[in-house]
């Protein structure tokens, strides 16, 4: 199996990779593509994906914190 990877874009969807499996809140099983973009601020008319509706009003940067050296 494939590591799977999420990446966090800035200002914008969770970029998922690799192989992994979807579900609903109830269980069944979302069909997708071996990489797909899932919505983080809710504006999205295809949830769970990412369709673009965050451009220009959803702001968020994660970064890692770095410890002290």
């Known amino acids: 199996?494939?590591?799977v990877q999420i990446k966090v874009n800035?200002?914008?969807?969770l970029r998922v990779s690799g192989e992994v499996e979807l579900l609903d809140g109830e269980g069944n099983v979302i069909?997708?593509?071996?990489a797909f973009s899932l919505c983080r601020c809710g504006l999205s008319k295809n949830k769970p994906f990412c369709d673009g509706s965050h451009k220009g009003v959803f702001q968020s940067e994660?970064?890692?914190q770095?410890?002290?050296e």
């Open 1 to 3: 199996m494939s590591k």
């Open 62 to 64: 994660v970064r890692v």
């Open 31 to 34: 069909q997708t593509k071996p």
């Open 66 to 68: 770095k410890e002290d």
């Open 10 to 13: 800035d200002n914008g969807s």
